[in-house]
Nanobody, 121 residues
Framework: QIQLVESGGGLVQAGGSLRLSCAAS????????MGWYRQAPGKQRELVAT???????NYADDVKGRFTISRDNAKKMVYLQMNSLKPEDTAVYYC???????????????WGQGTQITVSS
C-alpha cells in the first residue's frame, strides 16, 4: 500500500520559518511530480509548489521568494521550506505525489493526511 506521510507542521509567529517533510512508502516503481497544496478554512485546496523528478519547480505567486520546494529521489521525500510566514499562510498543508506503482504503468495521484500550519500575528 502506498502512503505519503507529512511531518513538520505546527504553530509559528509571523515572520518565522517552518520546514515540512513528506515521505512516500510502499510498492513504488518511480515518482513523477511531487508537490504541496494547502486548504484554509472555507476555501478550496490550492497549489503551493510542485517539483518534477528532474528538479523543475513551480510556485504559487503568493509564496514565491518565501517558500522553497525540494526533493530527495533516493529517499522518496519532498520538502517545503517556508520562510517569512504570514497569517494568511495558515492552512492544512497536503503532500501530493504522482506515483508509478509498477513499470509500464501510468502514474496515479496520492495524498498525505495533511498537517496543520498556524501562523499567529
Amino acid at each position: 500500500q502506498i502512503q505519503l506521510v507529512e511531518s513538520g507542521g505546527g504553530l509559528v509567529q509571523a515572520g518565522g520559518s517552518l520546514r515540512l517533510s513528506c515521505a512516500a512508502s510502499g510498492r513504488i516503481f518511480s515518482i513523477n511530480d511531487m508537490g504541496w497544496y494547502r486548504q484554509a478554512p472555507g476555501k478550496q485546496r490550492e497549489l503551493v509548489a510542485t517539483i518534477t523528478n528532474g528538479g523543475t519547480t513551480n510556485y504559487a505567486d503568493d509564496v514565491k521568494g518565501r517558500f522553497t520546494i525540494s526533493r530527495d529521489n533516493a529517499k522518496k521525500m519532498v520538502y517545503l521550506q517556508m520562510n517569512s510566514l504570514k497569517p494568511e499562510d495558515t492552512a492544512v498543508y497536503y503532500c501530493n505525489a504522482e506515483v508509478v506503482p509498477r513499470a509500464y504503468h501510468t502514474s496515479r495521484p496520492f495524498w498525505g493526511q495533511g498537517t496543520q500550519i498556524t501562523v499567529s500575528s
